[in-house]
């Protein structure tokens, strides 16, 4: 069982616009910043958002990330169905001093 | 082009050790923080290890503590993980990851670049 806490699944048709959830407590998520991979079948992972809300080079607005509290989203505009696979939430944790990865969550495009 | 190309991996008996490398190039490996993430078959990402940017200041998942050492040869441009008493629940792709900022802590952003190496732990 992870420390961080996402959806096992999510889904949504093309076009349509999802969010996944990350919960986390005030030892990580409420005093670090959170970070976001994406995981194609076969590939490696992929960092999609960092610093909450920061996309890197080449990833495509259509993915936004914030953060509130001891909560984080990723949230995905206009789906696509090349947005399929697992998306995981990550940050430091200052009580264990290390990285989490939330369980992550299995998005399917209908 | 930023390139990390993981090598060592392998099969390995149970309580044996294994040494992971991860070749970096295309930036200035010294400047960087550098980490292990691990993935095992059909699970999540585990994170494993981080190393900072000047090799003063290393962290480990409880699950490896005392068994795995991370450790960086700025000479080489390459990260090393050496793995002993490995376990069956050792058996994963490990990757390596670099981070994003340049002199930055342990805790900043990493990228996941490789496409890893196997390790199957088994008797």
């Known amino acids: 069982q992870s420390v961080l806490t996402q959806p096992p699944s999510a889904s949504g048709t093309p076009g349509q616009r999802v969010t996944i959830s990350c919960s986390g407590s005030?030892?990580?998520?409420?005093?670090?910043?959170v970070h976001w991979y994406q995981q194609v079948p076969g590939s490696a992972p992929k960092l999609l958002i960092y610093?909450?809300?920061q996309r890197p080079s080449g990833v495509p607005d259509r993915f936004s990330g914030s953060k509130s509290g001891t909560s984080a989203s990723l949230a995905i505009s206009g789906l696509q169905s090349e947005d399929e696979g697992d998306y995981y939430c990550?940050?430091?944790?200052?009580?264990?001093?290390?990285?989490?990865f939330g369980g992550g969550t299995k998005l399917t495009v209908l | 082009q930023v390139q990390l190309v993981e090598s060592g991996g392998g099969v390995v008996q149970p309580g044996r050790p294994l040494r992971l490398s991860c070749a970096v190039s295309?930036?200035?490996?010294?400047?960087?923080?550098m980490h292990w993430v691990r993935q095992a078959p059909g699970k999540g990402l585990e994170w494993v290890a981080v190393i900072s940017y000047d090799g003063t200041n290393k962290n480990y998942a409880d699950s490896v503590k005392g068994r795995f050492t991370i450790s960086r040869d700025t000479s080489k441009n390459t990260l090393y993980l050496q793995m002993n008493s490995l376990r069956h629940e050792d058996t994963a792709i490990y990757y390596c990851?670099?981070?994003?900022?340049?002199?930055?802590?342990?805790?900043?952003?990493?990228?996941?670049r490789g496409q890893g190496t196997m390790v199957t732990v088994s008797s």
């Open positions: 610093t909450n809300n």
């Open positions: 990550s940050t430091w944790d200052d009580s264990l001093h290390g990285v989490l």
């Open positions: 990851a670099k981070t994003l900022i340049w002199l930055g802590q342990s805790r900043d952003a990493f990228d996941i």
């Open positions: 005030s030892s990580n998520i409420e005093s670090n910043t």
């Open positions: 295309g930036v200035s490996f010294s400047g960087y923080g």
